[in-house]
């Protein structure tokens, strides 16, 4: 009975640790490649949508590669009896590329000789506006780790600025504290992203050597800060690249069963960063890189597991795939994205964080939805109606 209670308790840090997730994963190596196509089919007879581990583990072995097909299709099924035929739309706006880290995958890290860019809050506005005059209603604030100049203080009064025009505010910075999520969230903004890059905690101190952003454990806690803040959306993810995508591919969902199970009021959403090349920073270096098959056995298989969870593309990946993919269960796109800051209004010329592969226009890219089949939505509703 203690022992339950301790089980239902855990934090993540020991859930990942007790599964050996948290590590090179090596305890799993083997069943991936035990499982058989009996497995996969057994697997895929279950109801759809419900998370359970060795369901997740059967649908991302290499057996489960001859299943694509119908992984798709139970995918696709799955996310229309959701969500809907809709796709929702999204524009990131950066306001800096200061950075106190040095994440070695990153254009932005403060190793890299360049002029760095910091938008002023008329200058971020100007750039918001653009954004909205694109159709836009759902943006997503990012920044590198500024905390000098990207403050609390700035955002709140950047968000004061936005309301007007956007209907759904997001964040995607630096790790804060739940008191500051929960000002953030009084002041406006409604969801947070943050990716752990990767739950090997080897891997994590090498690609992260120095700055705030080195302390594993604090990456790792800080979503149940943004959860407990009372924010409606947690966006987590994994840099796909730097190690072994089915090993991260547990842990991540082990997370998201985690957040779902203890702050029922935040949404979970799952983002799929392929690591791209950035200023000094080669593609090539990046050993782990999954292919687009596996990309597609990853989505598929978390949507199985995770019926209501959003399912973030980025324009990191090239408009044929993305166009592909809008069909097997994402829910959210961005389109038109620039990854400097004042890079929509380009008066800048800043280096951007790293090179984007889908350079059609937002009207390009809702024009490919709608020939879909699905409808491209700017704003989401339901979050306008409850504010
Ligand atoms: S990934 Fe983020 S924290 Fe790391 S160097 Fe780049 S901008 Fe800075």
Known sequence: ??????????????????????????RWHQRL???????????LSEPAGSYNFEKLLTLISPAAENYLEEMAQLAHQLTVQRFGRTIRLYAPLYLSNYCT??????????ENKFERTRLTIDQAVEEANIIASEGFRDILLVSSEDRQFVSVDYLIELVGKLRDKF?????EIYQMSSAEYAE??????????LYQETYDREVYTYYHPSGPKSDFDNRLDTPDHISAAGMREVGLGVLLGLTDWRIETLALAEHAHYLIKRYWQSHVSFSFPRLRPAYEIEGSQFRHLLSDKNLVQMITALRLCFADAGLV??????????DHLVKLGITKLSAGSKTNPGGYSGHSGAIEQFEIDDI?????????????????????WDIAFIR
């Open 1 to 26: 009975m203690l022992d339950l209670n301790f089980k239902f308790n855990a934090d993540i840090r020991t859930i990942l640790a007790e599964k050996g997730l948290d590590g090179d994963g090596r």
């Open 33 to 43: 490649e035990n499982i058989h196509p009996g497995n996969v089919e057994m697997a």
């Open 101 to 110: 880290n040095s994440c070695r995958y990153c254009g932005f890290n403060k």
């Open 167 to 171: 209907a759904s505010i997001s964040i």
């Open 184 to 193: 953030l969230f009084e002041a406006g903004i409604e969801g947070v992203t």
């Open 313 to 322: 593309l980025s324009t990191r990946e090239r408009a044929e795939l993305r």
């Open 360 to 380: 059609r226009s937002p009207a390009h890219v809702a024009a490919m939805i709608k020939q879909q089949g699905f409808e491209p939505v700017w704003k989401d």
